[in-house]
């Protein structure tokens, strides 16, 4: 089955300072790839997602990047303010009625 | 807006007990999904249902089951729980599978003690 890794596990930036987040992913057929918040204490919510026929996706100070050559895809936070601190999960998937296979998560800590 | 609730927020349990874990989802979602979030281990299935009384096993559906019976409600049960089944459970709802992303509910820490 898919198997996603993700790096790092934690990422401590200062504040206004850009983060990146990596994952990697084992199954050539996956073609969609959502990231995933989750806040201290709360559900982890869908912040951007890509499809594999896309190589780029931005809204506002946050992007996601995929090679699909390289079966990798990044997040990438620009601007960073403490309210950015969370988990975040990656997750890959072949579409259709499958099931999402999630990275470990990457606790991001954004001090002032 | 999506709404997926479960029952309880926090569980206390004894070992042996028989425990049931409730996710309702009010969307007219067809699929809905089972995970556990352990730190450093992130979110693992355990089990899904792409329909009424349909049932798949995830990568760890040992020591669980579910039951879903009606379109909106998918339950979660720990047959006889364990100290291992300390976790946070989190239930997820989605259209179409996994191409449109999930929508997860708050989720249920448990305590099997």
């Known amino acids: 089955g898919e198997n996603v890794e993700q790096h790092p596990s934690t990422l401590s930036v200062q504040e206004g300072d850009s983060a990146v987040i990596k994952c990697t992913y084992s199954?050539?057929?996956?073609?969609?790839f959502p990231w995933y918040k989750q806040e201290l204490g709360k559900r982890p919510q869908l912040i951007i997602d890509i499809r594999s026929n896309v190589g780029e996706k931005k809204d506002q100070r946050i992007a996601v990047t995929l090679n699909k050559t390289a079966k990798h895809f990044s997040l990438h936070i620009t601007e960073t303010q403490p309210e950015d601190s969370a988990v975040y999960f990656c997750a890959a998937s072949i579409g259709g009625y499958s099931t999402l296979t999630f990275g470990k998560g990457t606790m991001l800590l954004v001090s002032p | 807006d999506v709404k997926v609730t479960q029952s309880s927020r926090y569980l206390v349990k004894r070992t042996g007990e028989k425990v049931f874990l409730e996710c309702v989802q009010d969307m007219d979602h067809e699929n809905m999904f089972w995970y556990r979030q352990d730190p450093g281990l992130g979110l693992r299935l355990i089990y899904f249902?792409?329909?009424?009384?349909?049932?798949e096993k995830g990568d760890i559906p040992e020591g669980y089951s579910v039951s879903r019976e009606k379109k909106e409600r998918f339950s979660l049960i720990l047959e006889s729980a364990s100290t291992n089944q300390t976790s946070m459970y989190l239930c997820?709802?989605?259209?179409?599978?996994?191409?449109?992303?999930?929508?997860f509910g708050s989720g249920t820490r448990l305590t099997v003690v």
């Open positions: 997820a709802s989605s259209q179409q599978g996994a191409a449109y992303g999930y929508t």
């Open positions: 199954d050539s057929a996956s073609n969609y």
């Open positions: 249902s792409y329909d009424v009384k349909m049932k």
